[in-house]
Protein backbone atom coordinates (compact mmCIF):
# COMPACT_ATOMS: atom_id res chain seq x y z
CA UNK A 1 0.00 0.00 0.00
CA UNK A 2 1.18 3.74 -0.85
CA UNK A 3 0.63 7.12 -0.33
CA UNK A 4 2.22 9.27 -1.63
CA UNK A 5 1.74 13.16 -1.69
CA UNK A 6 3.10 15.62 -3.65
CA UNK A 7 2.16 19.38 -4.52
CA UNK A 8 3.59 21.42 -1.39
CA UNK A 9 5.99 24.12 -1.31
CA UNK A 10 6.20 27.97 -0.35
CA UNK A 11 3.99 30.51 -1.03
CA UNK A 12 2.74 33.99 -0.36
CA UNK A 13 -0.39 34.64 1.94
CA UNK A 14 -3.52 35.11 0.02
CA UNK A 15 -1.86 32.34 -2.89
CA UNK A 16 -2.98 28.85 -3.85
CA UNK A 17 -1.63 25.61 -4.02
CA UNK A 18 -2.59 22.51 -5.54
CA UNK A 19 -2.02 18.90 -3.30
CA UNK A 20 -2.01 15.36 -4.92
CA UNK A 21 -2.02 11.77 -3.62
CA UNK A 22 -1.65 9.06 -5.26
CA UNK A 23 -2.89 5.29 -4.08
CA UNK A 24 -2.10 2.77 -5.13
CA UNK A 25 -1.90 -1.13 -3.26
CA UNK A 26 -5.17 -0.87 -2.11
CA UNK A 27 -8.94 -0.92 -4.03
CA UNK A 28 -8.80 3.21 -3.82
CA UNK A 29 -12.91 3.27 -4.21
CA UNK A 30 -14.05 1.60 -1.22
CA UNK A 31 -11.80 3.89 0.80
CA UNK A 32 -13.28 7.44 2.24
CA UNK A 33 -10.24 9.69 2.17
CA UNK A 34 -8.84 12.79 3.95
CA UNK A 35 -6.43 15.15 4.33
CA UNK A 36 -4.80 16.05 8.03
CA UNK A 37 -2.18 18.27 8.47
CA UNK A 38 0.64 18.78 11.73
CA UNK A 39 2.15 21.68 12.59
CA UNK A 40 5.66 22.17 14.46
CA UNK A 41 4.61 21.75 18.19
CA UNK A 42 1.25 20.96 17.66
CA UNK A 43 -1.38 18.04 17.13
CA UNK A 44 -2.18 16.34 13.68
CA UNK A 45 -5.37 18.38 12.42
CA UNK A 46 -8.17 17.14 10.81
CA UNK A 47 -8.86 19.08 7.08
CA UNK A 48 -10.72 17.28 4.82
CA UNK A 49 -12.31 14.09 3.93
CA UNK A 50 -14.02 12.49 0.73
CA UNK A 51 -16.53 9.90 0.41
CA UNK A 52 -15.61 7.22 -1.62
CA UNK A 53 -17.48 7.97 -4.37
CA UNK A 54 -16.51 11.74 -4.03
CA UNK A 55 -20.49 12.70 -3.64
CA UNK A 56 -19.78 13.82 0.26
CA UNK A 57 -17.55 16.11 1.72
CA UNK A 58 -16.31 17.31 4.77
CA UNK A 59 -14.25 20.12 6.04
CA UNK A 60 -12.41 21.30 9.53
CA UNK A 61 -13.55 24.86 10.56
CA UNK A 62 -10.40 26.54 10.11
CA UNK A 63 -10.22 25.67 6.39
CA UNK A 64 -13.98 25.50 4.83
CA UNK A 65 -15.01 28.57 1.86
CA UNK A 66 -11.10 28.04 1.20
CA UNK A 67 -10.11 24.30 0.73
CA UNK A 68 -11.47 22.11 -1.63
CA UNK A 69 -11.22 18.65 -1.62
CA UNK A 70 -11.86 15.93 -4.93
CA UNK A 71 -11.09 12.75 -5.76
CA UNK A 72 -10.34 10.56 -9.24
CA UNK A 73 -11.30 7.19 -8.85
CA UNK A 74 -10.12 6.05 -12.36
CA UNK A 75 -6.59 7.73 -11.59
CA UNK A 76 -6.91 6.66 -7.75
CA UNK A 77 -6.17 10.02 -6.96
CA UNK A 78 -7.00 11.95 -4.22
CA UNK A 79 -6.55 16.39 -4.29
CA UNK A 80 -6.80 19.79 -2.08
CA UNK A 81 -7.03 22.57 -3.31
CA UNK A 82 -6.08 25.49 -1.39
CA UNK A 83 -7.08 28.77 -1.80
CA UNK A 84 -6.79 32.16 0.44
CA UNK A 85 -3.71 30.59 2.25
CA UNK A 86 -3.06 32.20 5.51
CA UNK A 87 0.25 31.52 7.66
CA UNK A 88 -1.28 29.70 10.25
CA UNK A 89 -1.80 26.64 7.23
CA UNK A 90 1.34 26.14 7.39
CA UNK A 91 1.86 22.63 8.24
CA UNK A 92 2.98 19.14 6.79
CA UNK A 93 -0.16 17.75 5.08
CA UNK A 94 -0.43 14.23 4.77
CA UNK A 95 -3.18 12.10 3.04
CA UNK A 96 -5.12 8.93 4.65
CA UNK A 97 -7.41 6.25 4.10
CA UNK A 98 -10.07 4.82 5.29
CA UNK A 99 -12.40 1.61 4.82
CA UNK A 100 -15.45 3.00 6.58
CA UNK A 101 -17.54 6.23 6.97
CA UNK A 102 -15.66 9.79 7.47
CA UNK A 103 -14.23 10.60 10.98
CA UNK A 104 -11.82 13.38 12.10
CA UNK A 105 -10.04 10.89 14.47
CA UNK A 106 -6.77 10.25 12.78
CA UNK A 107 -6.15 7.13 14.62
CA UNK A 108 -9.44 5.72 12.65
CA UNK A 109 -7.27 5.76 9.32
CA UNK A 110 -5.20 2.79 8.18
CA UNK A 111 -3.49 4.33 5.18
CA UNK A 112 -1.10 6.92 5.60
CA UNK A 113 1.27 9.05 3.09
CA UNK A 114 5.01 10.48 4.03
CA UNK A 115 3.43 13.84 4.02
CA UNK A 116 4.45 17.30 2.15
CA UNK A 117 5.60 20.43 3.50
CA UNK A 118 3.08 23.73 3.05
CA UNK A 119 4.52 26.88 3.70
CA UNK A 120 2.85 29.92 3.75
CA UNK A 121 4.97 33.38 4.19
CA UNK A 122 5.99 36.76 2.43
Keep these: VQLVESGGGLVQPGGSLRLSCAASGFTFDDYGMSWFRQAPGKEREFVAAISWRGTNTYYGD ?5 FTISRDNAKNTVSLQMNSLK ?12 E ?13 GQGTQVTVSS
Excluded: F, I, M
Design 62 to 66: SVKGR
Design 100 to 112: GPYSDYDWRYEYW
Design 87 to 98: PEDTAVYYCAGR
